[in-house]
């Protein structure tokens, strides 16, 4: 039983990539984001296809209470919420730390919200209660 068991060791050990040279099964750093066509072999000559990433923004649109409504793009790598619809201006507001929801303020506006649910505030005018379409 003894010489079975170490002719299979270096098979097993073959068949393990190496992580301390920076893969794990021919997949690195700069390869995690891609995939390949073909038959699926990661260390095949099949060529890569990059994976589409999730998009940077996120619209929506909001009909408040007081009939008013407005557009946001919410861009999750800047971390800031651009609205279009308040008058002529296009706003920009910075994301703030949220227990939950959204929270983005700036130039004395205001959004904040969770789900569909949002609170509008311009400066000097009471919140409106708004809601995504």
């Known amino acids: 039983m003894r010489p079975l068991f170490l002719a299979l060791v270096p098979l097993a050990l073959a068949a393990c990539d190496s992580v301390e040279d920076g893969t794990v099964n021919g997949t690195t ?3 995690a984001g891609a995939t390949m066509a073909g038959s699926g072999s990661a260390t095949g000559g099949d060529s890569m296809i990059p994976v589409t990433p999730p998009p940077e923004t996120t619209k929506a649109s909001y009909r408040c209470e007081n009939n008013s409504r407005f557009d946001v793009a919410f861009d999750d790598r800047s971390n800031v919420a651009t609205i279009s619809g308040v008058g002529d201006r296009q706003l920009v ?3 703030q730390p949220a227990a939950s929801g959204i929270w983005y303020q700036g130039s004395g506006y205001e959004l904040r919200g ?3 649910e949002a609170m509008f505030t311009a400066p000097g005018a009471a919140p409106v209660s708004c809601r995504a379409d």
Do not use: I, Q, S
């Open 114 to 116: 969770k789900g569909e």
């Open 29 to 31: 750093a700069d390869n």
């Open 93 to 95: 507001l910075n994301g």
